[in-house]
């Protein structure tokens, strides 16, 4: 049997990934991270930790010569979307250059199944939600556009090179193992950041953009069914929350879950989809999806878990590659 292999992951998706699979199959974990933006106390002790950056394609030919894998969770991104106009090449580089070479390496090693988590940011603000996975890519940002084109590369890859994949659209999971130290990306982990370290929450705009939330641990089963179900090959399932909030409403059932009594600060408005969120039949016919972990509950756990974190340095970018249009709140 041969093995997975994980990248992202410390990460939130990619960590709780592997202690699922661990503690519930038989298959080794074979991951490769570079601690950018997960951590090292996240990786269960039993994976086989690489790290390295995908751009390395010689360090990742390393990893698949020397192991034999056989699916390959792709999970590793910087998901800053609203950052990525103003890191365009990191963004291009470390979302689209590093899928290219991992999907290479699949290619030219025979793995059995490739399962890659794109975004929600494909759909842009085109369509009138809930975005369903029929509906032509269309994304606003470059964040989006670079996880795009893994997918018009991933079924170039499958009808020329017989690469069976699943592509995945999570969208705004959140709980344990979370980056919560990153001033640009993970909303409720910018808010428990910020309420930790006794700053108000902070909300772009009105407050009134409308999101899904999606506890992690409601993805496990149905990650682990995307390289296991024959009739995923070739699909792309939408994966999240079947319940609708306003930033606004997110937010207040945080400070509800603290138990505090601050209110949130509201700064300019920035380029983004207002109205996001997207079905989730597919995923209940096709994964096994089930909602069972409302937002206050979910909260309420990560909450618990962030508060025993230790006081980590905040990622804040020293310099961006371009700085005209750039917001006010993170000019430095």
Same mark, same amino acid.
């Given at each position: 049997? !041969? ?12 960590? $709780? ?41 010689? *360090? &990742?030919?390393?990893?698949? =010569?020397?192991?034999? %894998? ?16 103003? %890191? $365009? ?12 070479? &991992?999907?290479?390496?699949? %290619?030219?090693?025979?793995?059995? $199944? ?9 759909? !842009? ?11 032509? /890519? *269309? ?23 017989g690469l069976n994949y699943t592509i995945i659209r999570p ?6 193992? /979370? ?5 640009y990306r993970n909303v409720l982990g910018i808010w428990m950041? #910020? ?13 009134? #953009?409308? $999101? ?15 390289? /296991?179900?024959? =009739? ?27 138990? &505090? ?15 996001? +969120?997207?079905?989730w039949e597919k995923s209940v016919e096709m994964l096994d ?9 979910? &909260?309420? =756990? ?22 005209? !249009?750039?917001?006010?709140? +993170?000019?430095?």
């Amino acid at each position: 049997m !041969g093995k997975i292999l994980i990248t992202g992951v410390a990460g939130l998706l990619g960590s $709780r990934l592997a202690d699922w699979i661990i503690d519930n199959t038989n298959y080794d974990v074979v991951g490769i991270d570079d601690l950018s933006g997960g951590y090292s106390e996240n990786i269960n002790k039993k994976v086989k930790f690489y790290k390295f950056n995908l751009k390395d394609l010689d *360090a &990742l030919e390393g990893v698949f =010569k020397k192991e034999n %894998i056989s699916i390959v969770y792709h999970f590793a991104a910087y998901a800053a979307e609203g950052l990525s106009p103003f %890191i $365009r090449k990191y963004n291009y580089e470390n979302n689209l250059i590093t899928s290219s070479n &991992l999907i290479t390496c699949s %290619i030219e090693y025979s793995v059995e $199944r490739f399962i890659f988590a794109s975004s929600m940011a494909v759909y !842009g603000d085109k369509y009138k939600p809930p975005f369903n996975e029929n509906l032509k /890519q *269309a994304p606003t940002d470059p964040y989006g556009v670079a996880k795009y084109a893994v997918e018009m590369d991933l079924e170039i890859a499958f009808k020329q090179h017989g690469l069976n994949y699943t592509i995945i659209r999570p969208h705004n999971f959140y709980g344990i193992n /979370q980056n919560i130290w990153d001033k640009y990306r993970n909303v409720l982990g910018i808010w428990m950041y #910020q309420i930790l370290n006794g700053t108000n929450p902070t909300i772009f705009g009105d407050g009134l #953009q409308v $999101r899904a939330f999606s506890y992690v641990d409601d993805a496990m089963i149905p990650l682990w069914n995307a390289s /296991q179900n024959s =009739k995923c090959i070739g699909e792309i399932i939408n994966l999240g929350g079947i319940k609708e909030y306003t930033i606004k409403e997110a937010c207040d059932i945080l400070v509800n879950v603290t138990g &505090l009594n601050i209110k949130p600060v509201y700064l300019e408005q920035r380029h983004e989809t207002k109205y996001a +969120w997207s079905t989730w039949e597919k995923s209940v016919e096709m994964l096994d999806f089930k909602h069972k972990v409302d937002l206050d509950e979910g &909260l309420t =756990k990560m909450w618990k878990w962030a508060k025993n974190q230790p006081n980590r340095d905040r990622f804040i970018w020293p310099k961006y590659e371009l700085s005209k !249009g750039l917001y006010d709140y +993170w000019k430095n």
